[in-house]
């Protein structure tokens, strides 16, 4: 049976895919209401045709500077991003970006969830880790630690999430338990 | 005084400008975290030049499906939409559209914060309509009531910000004001 489950993360569908119909599912039930944001784009020249709609001629990609999901579950705060990694044993902070980091400490600060969504792609595996873990290793590199955290620690410290029916990746499981040993104290 | 203060609404920077000003105040004070979410584009064409970034070439303005801001402020999910109207005595109701409301009703099931940011160009006075009370118009249109809500209702519902010098819009004390009053009876 866990078999037949973790089919769904071999079928070529995009892990955003994947978690956007998640979040329709949230959403459909009034689970929760996450989204993921726009990509970030600089517009340089618009056209604006008679009788049809405009047309951008010319944009390009930005970086964005927040994370990529984020939304309301039950009364908090939801904030996220979603990382991909070749790698089988650890996963590269290389991934992130300061100012993603430095958004999520920021939304903690306002008593938000934060974490990141994990997947090894080669093992088809998934793990929500905590925004506190992310920090503590993200913070460790700059001062002579790795650059990355080995799989062995996020398995230790994460959650891990199996592939199901609906939603697809139920993350959401993962962020019950973080609200419960974090904000319930 | 508070002359001078009104100027900062007529110098010809736009409410998302000014709103996303008010926002890097709050963020800078660790006050809060809220952001414009970007413009939704669906792109048709991209050309990747050689030893330059990607270009494209081709795409469209798409409907959002949700709010323009979103974030988190003390622990509350902040959603709202901004929008301007030059019409000098009521808010006409087709400046929102069905699925915004319906984004923020889930919100509020989800127990976010949301509101309208309303400015009245001609005056240059802005209100924070709270979600409850928008829905309650919003859906009494269709009951046969107006399509559109009185400024003296908005006025009297509502909460009406000053503009300031930093933040332009301290939108923050109405939302301060909804929480007292809806959360913490
Ligand atoms: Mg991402
Ligand atoms: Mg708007």
């Known amino acids: 049976?866990?078999?037949?489950?973790?089919?769904?993360?071999?079928?070529?569908?995009?892990?955003?895919?994947?978690?956007?119909?998640?979040?329709?599912?949230?959403?459909?039930k009034g689970i929760a209401v996450i989204h993921k944001k726009p990509t970030p784009i600089q517009i340089v020249k618009v056209d604006y045709p008679k009788r049809s709609?405009?047309?951008?001629?010319?944009?390009?990609?930005?970086?964005?500077?927040?994370?990529?999901?984020?939304?309301?579950?039950?009364?908090?705060?939801?904030?996220?991003?979603?990382?991909?990694?070749?790698?089988?044993?650890?996963?590269?902070?290389?991934?992130?970006?300061?100012?993603?980091?430095d958004h999520m400490?920021?939304?903690?600060?306002?008593?938000?969830?934060?974490?990141?969504?994990?997947?090894f792609v080669l093992t088809n595996e998934i793990y929500v880790l905590n925004s506190e873990d992310l920090f503590y290793y993200w913070d460790d590199q700059f001062k002579g630690g790795r650059k990355s955290i080995s799989k062995a620690t996020i398995?230790?410290?994460?959650?891990?999430?199996?592939?199901?029916?609906?939603?697809?990746?139920?993350y959401l499981k993962a962020v019950r338990k973080i609200i419960l040993k974090y904000k319930e104290i």
Chains 1, 2 share one sequence.
């Open 1 to 28: 049976k866990k078999h037949h489950f973790t089919k769904y993360g071999d079928r070529g569908m995009s892990l955003e895919h994947e978690i956007n119909q998640s979040n329709q599912y949230y959403l459909s």
């Open 53 to 101: 709609a405009a047309t951008i001629k010319e944009a390009y990609f930005r970086k964005a500077s927040t994370t990529d999901y984020n939304g309301v579950f039950n009364g908090y705060y939801i904030d996220f991003d979603a990382k991909e990694t070749k790698n089988k044993t650890s996963f590269p902070l290389s991934n992130f970006h300061q100012h993603q980091i």
């Open 105 to 119: 400490k920021a939304c903690v600060r306002q008593n938000g969830i934060c974490f990141a969504l994990i997947k």
């Open 155 to 170: 398995d230790k410290f994460g959650y891990k999430i199996d592939y199901s029916l609906n939603p697809i990746i139920p």
